[in-house]
């Protein structure tokens, strides 16, 4: 959804408490790095922006962008070690997949000499263990929900700028509502029970993790 004239409405969202919440909007003409940057320059000029960790889809100009303005993620050294160790416990008609996720995502051994290739994928794009132990969403569903919905409620694909700026007006003024209430410290249910355990569970095996006895995991 977005006017005649751009490629994309692009937003930013933060967690508040438990509660994905739209906090800047952002009319795009592209997607490339310098879109994005243009994008986050803006932020940074009216905000001391300096996040903990950033979410985005795996979209080549935004990871760019981010790599180059937001360098904030730290790398894992037990990931090699650790699918080292697992591939041991699969059978051999798994060699395929296993050989497929290597070059992917892990990083095959080179021919010559010692070491291994970059992986197609960084790790830091996939890893999401420091992400479990802050309890901050794994995957961005909720962002992605927010815009199908929000696409829903806009009548038109390529509304003027005036009348998405109206849409955009009231669809923040409910959020207003919602971090009223997160500042008055009341609780926001956003997840079924079901999956709050869930991510529990998980919570509770990411804080478990030993680097030392990969072995046993």
């Known amino acids: 959804v977005c006017p005649d004239d751009y490629y994309q409405l692009f937003t930013l969202h933060a967690m508040m408490t438990n509660a994905i919440t739209p906090l800047v909007y952002g009319l795009l003409i592209g997607k490339s790095a310098e879109d994005y940057n243009l994008f986050?320059?803006?932020?940074?000029?009216?905000?001391?922006?300096?996040?903990?960790?950033?979410?985005?889809?795996?979209?080549t100009g935004t990871i760019k962008s981010v790599k180059d303005m937001l360098?904030?993620?730290?790398?894992?050294?037990?990931?090699?070690?650790?699918?080292d160790l697992i591939c041991d416990q699969f059978d051999d008609d798994a060699d395929d997949l296993l050989e497929?996720?290597?070059?992917?995502?892990?990083c095959v051994p080179k021919r010559r000499g010692?070491?291994?290739?970059?992986p197609q994928v960084d790790h830091r794009l996939w890893n999401i263990h420091d992400r479990v132990v802050a309890i901050v969403p794994r995957p961005n569903n909720s962002v992605e929900d927010w815009?199908?919905?929000?696409?829903?409620?806009?009548?038109?694909?390529?509304?003027?700028?005036v009348k998405l700026g109206e849409k955009i007006r009231r669809e923040q003024s409910k959020f207003e509502v919602d971090m009223t209430k997160i500042l008055q410290r009341h609780d926001i249910k956003t997840k079924k029970a079901c999956y709050r355990k869930s991510d529990e569970r998980i919570t509770r095996l990411a804080n478990s993790f030993d680097p030392t006895q990969l072995d046993q995991v």
């Open 100 to 106: 497929y996720f290597e070059r992917a995502c892990i």
């Open 71 to 83: 360098p904030n993620i730290l790398h894992k050294d037990q990931i090699i070690i650790g699918f």
């Open 40 to 59: 986050f320059e803006k932020v940074s000029e009216q905000d001391n922006f300096q996040p903990e960790s950033i979410m985005t889809d795996f979209e």
């Open 114 to 118: 010692t070491g291994r290739k970059k």
């Open 147 to 161: 815009h199908n919905a929000f696409a829903d409620r806009v009548p038109i694909s390529h509304p003027t700028i």
